[in-house]
Every structure is written in structure tokens, then in C-alpha cells.
């Protein structure tokens, strides 16, 4: 037995425990064992019945407000089992402090995480507080509006219909994100070349609208990932990554991010993939598998989504990971995604086709990488069959063009 972020161990009852209370009411619930030593060792409680009583008055006098939590004896063990539900009018406070959870310790929270817990007691999102700004101008809205939408007159009865303006409040956070100028962060784009020490080109789009950053993301892309090539009398658009998968990808950011942080998205471009990092990582309550299946939709900025759905941007609100694997469907890389406790990375490869594959060939294919050579000895170790079948599958490969060799003898690597 050992303490993790959804478990602590007390060997007796003393107030520090009513930290770790709030800090599982606030989030994602939790239990505390009195009785267990820091090592997991059970050493019991000599009046269970008392500690029972002692801890549920210790709760009821200090956290505010009371959250919902059950107790329970084990007499095999004489240990008592405390377990914490996750709240639904946070913040829950102790001595006025919100606390939450470290992995196994319990730390309070700084003041940008007590606001989002009083926002989340409220079921209120932080783009629906009101703007500190409220010179707002809205021409790259308008203009994107009329041109899909058809509106000609944008007032103040549209900025009411998309929930950007209200007459009590004004205009509130959603629509500052949306004006020409703002204060919030937005892109942060570098085009790399052979390695991370050369930069081609860097771009950085801030204090504008998210539109207008939008826009400027899409062209960069275009220019490096796009090229065109003539087919008899026909001129076509060659993508070396979908524009639609890059597209739903940087979307996907500007609707999901936490906007409370001073932190831009992330646009890393290589040759060979594009990384794509926004702050803030996965909604509460919603699991990494419920995430890539499409299946459930959690929306940190509704009102924005609602924007960008409008504006044809994104469409059904929930598929967008789907379609990025939709446009990989023929491609032998695929799109990965990456989840930190503060980030979420999306990484876009480039397309690669190769039809006339076998099953055994594709397997390599995807053990193989076009920047870090592999040996013949680290490629078997993760395939599915013999080191003389790699060898001969590589050789197979390399002489269509499709795996490049490198050094001789013990010294020979493989890669794309």
C-alpha cells in the first residue's frame, strides 16, 4: 500500500488531513486511511468508533462548505477508511485556503487554480467573466461573418446572438479573445531545418484575434507543407501534411486552452512533422481514451467553439480528433498525441504512402524513424520476428528507395 494522488495513509488523526479533504473535494475525490503508517505498514487505531467521531467533527467545524464524504470501519484491521467525493460547490476551504492534490502531497493553490475552482462551484467558464477591456472593435469578425455567413450588418445584435456582449456585463472575456486587439497570448510558430539550432523562420502572432492568428498559422503552414505540380493540363495541390488535419489541429487549441494562463500555443515545424503544444491538458473527469475516441466533448470556451462552428472553422463539435485520423487514413505515419498535467501535444507527421507495402514491411516502417539511425539489433529487439527476417525485409526495402543504409558492418544503421 502506497500513497498516490487519490490516497493517503495517517497513522493517526491529527488536522493536516483536513488539507487533503479540500484538496479531493475540490477535484477528483479520494480516500484517507487512518490507521497506515507513511510505508503502508497497518499498525490499527485503538478506538475506531471515536476516531470515526473525532474526524467527522474535525470536518463539519473546519471545511467550507461541508462536502460529501462517508466513513467507514475495518475490523480485520481496525483501520478507519475516510473517502472524499468530488464537490459541486467549490471551492471547499479549510482556514479559508483551497488545497489540492501533488501526486502523494497536498499543496494549496495559487490564485489563477482558487479562480477556476470558484468558477467551476459556479458552472461558469473563465471566457464568460467580464472583459477588464471594453474598446472592443470586431472588423476580422465582421468581415469572416459576412464572407460566410452572409451577414452584412454586424452589431451589437449579432456580438448578443454569439453570447460576446451582454447589457448587464458588456463584453466579456470570449469576446477580447475575439477583437482585433487584445491582451491574451496566441501564436508562437518556428520552422526548423535539419536540427532544432537552425530556425528558417519564426513567427510569433499576439494581441490580435484569434481569427486573424488563425488565418496567419494556415498561411505559414501552406507555404512549407504545399507545393503544386502540373498533371498534363491540370495544376494540383500537393499536401505533404493535411491541411485539414493542421486546420482542425490549431482549432482545436484555441477552443480547448486554458486562456487564464499568459502562455501561447506552440507551433514547432520540422521536415518531417509538426508539433503542436497548447496549455492546459485534459478537462476534469475526462480520461485519455475518452479523449482520442471522439466520444465525449468537454468545452473549456463553448462560446468560442460556438465562433468557430459558425465561421465553419470546426464542425459537429466533439469529432475533430476523428477527423485528423481521417485524413491519415492511407498513411503509413500516423498522428500521435501527447498529455502532460498542464499541456497537450499533437504531433502531425508527414505523409507517407507506400500502397505496395507488405504487413511484415509496414511493421519496420513503423519501427523505423527518418531523423535517429537504428541498428539491425535495437530494430529486432521490437518486431515481431527474427533479426534474419529484419535484415532481409530492410535490404528488401532499402533497395526501393524506402529505408536508407548507413555504415558498414557492426557499425550499419537504418533509417527512413
Not at 467551476?120 to 474598446?135: D, F, K, P, T, V
Not at 539489433?377 to 528488401?396: H, M, P, Q
Request: charged share 25%; proline share 3%.
Amino acid at each position: 500500500m502506497r500513497e498516490h494522488r487519490s490516497l493517503e495513509l495517517k497513522e493517526s488523526v491529527t488536522n493536516t488531513f483536513l488539507k487533503t479533504v479540500s484538496a479531493y473535494a475540490n477535484y477528483d475525490g479520494g480516500v484517507i486511511i487512518f490507521g497506515v503508517s507513511d510505508d503502508g505498514t497497518i499498525k490499527g487505531i485503538e478506538d475506531p468508533e471515536k476516531v470515526c467521531l473525532d474526524i467527522e467533527n474535525k470536518i463539519n467545524d473546519s471545511i467550507v462548505p461541508q462536502p460529501d464524504y462517508t466513513l467507514c470501519i475495518k475490523d480485520d484491521e481496525r483501520t478507519v477508511h475516510l473517502t472524499v467525493k468530488s464537490g459541486t460547490s467549490k471551492s471547499y476551504l479549510y482556514k479559508s485556503k483551497a488545497y489540492k492534490r501533488n501526486d502523494s502531497s497536498t499543496i494549496e493553490v495559487d490564485s489563477v487554480e482558487f479562480t477556476r475552482l470558484v468558477l467551476s462551484g459556479r458552472h461558469m467558464n473563465y471566457e464568460e467573466l467580464a472583459s477588464a477591456e471594453q474598446a472592443l472593435s470586431f472588423t476580422v469578425l465582421s468581415e469572416m461573418m459576412q464572407e460566410i455567413n452572409g451577414i452584412a450588418d454586424f452589431d451589437q445584435d449579432i456580438l448578443k446572438t454569439l453570447n460576446l456582449y451582454s447589457d448587464q456585463n458588456g463584453y466579456n472575456i470570449a469576446a477580447a479573445i475575439l477583437a482585433d486587439q487584445n491582451n491574451f497570448p496566441g501564436i508562437d510558430i518556428a520552422k526548423f531545418g535539419e536540427t532544432i539550432s537552425i530556425i528558417e523562420k519564426r513567427a510569433t502572432f499576439d494581441h490580435m484575434s484569434i481569427l486573424s492568428a488563425y488565418k496567419n498559422a494556415m498561411s505559414l503552414f501552406r507555404d512549407y507543407y504545399q507545393y503544386e505540380i502540373i498533371d498534363g493540363a491540370v495544376r494540383k495541390t500537393v499536401e505533404r501534411i493535411p491541411e485539414a488535419a493542421f486546420r482542425e489541429t490549431i482549432a482545436n487549441a484555441f477552443i480547448h486552452r486554458l486562456w487564464d494562463v499568459n502562455v501561447q500555443t506552440r507551433v514547432s515545424m520540422f521536415n518531417d512533422r509538426i508539433e503542436v503544444v497548447s496549455p492546459g491538458g485534459l478537462p476534469a473527469g475526462l480520461t485519455e481514451a475518452e479523449y482520442l475516441s471522439g466520444r465525449i466533448s468537454v468545452l473549456r470556451n463553448p462560446i468560442i467553439a460556438n465562433v468557430f462552428y459558425r465561421l465553419k472553422i470546426v464542425e459537429i463539435f466533439g469529432t475533430g480528433i476523428l477527423r485528423i485520423h481521417q485524413t491519415y487514413q492511407h498513411s503509413v505515419m500516423k498522428p500521435s498525441f501527447e498529455f502532460g498535467e498542464n499541456t497537450i501535444k499533437v504531433i502531425l507527421p508527414v505523409i507517407e504512402m507506400q500502397p505496395d507495402m507488405t504487413a511484415d514491411e509496414r511493421e519496420i516502417y513503423r519501427l523505423l524513424s527518418p531523423t535517429r539511425q537504428k541498428s539491425i539489433s535495437e530494430i529486432a529487439s521490437a518486431a515481431s520476428f527474427g533479426k534474419t527476417k529484419v535484415t532481409n525485409l530492410l535490404k528488401e526495402m532499402a533497395a526501393r528507395g524506402v529505408v536508407k543504409i548507413e555504415g558498414k558492418g557492426r557499425g550499419t544503421k537504418y533509417r527512413l
